[in-house]
């Protein structure tokens, strides 16, 4: 099982802070996650729907779409921040 969380608006639309769900036997990079999430449901495609902007930490730490999953522990997803 993966732990998956989820903050700001990616969190409001998928209706959920987190989840722990059990990865397809294809789902290998941070970008086939978003792929399959995408599959999930209505809420998940809203979220997702345009993946290119969703930044991803594994195991706290930023990492790039095509990064390998294997072992993660936590990933977790959130829109792009600004500073100010």
Not at 50 to 79: K, S
């Amino acid at each position: 099982m993966t732990k998956l969380v989820y903050f700001a608006w990616v969190r409001e639309r998928i209706g959920r802070d987190h989840e722990e769900i059990e990865l397809p036997a294809n789902v290998h990079t941070v970008g086939d996650l978003l792929d399959h999430l995408r599959t999930r449901g209505e809420e998940y495609e809203a979220a997702l729907q345009y993946p290119e902007v969703i930044r991803v930490a594994i195991n706290q730490e930023h990492v790039a779409h095509d990064t390998a999953i294997a072992g993660a522990r936590e990933i977790a997803l959130f829109p792009p921040m600004t500073g100010g």
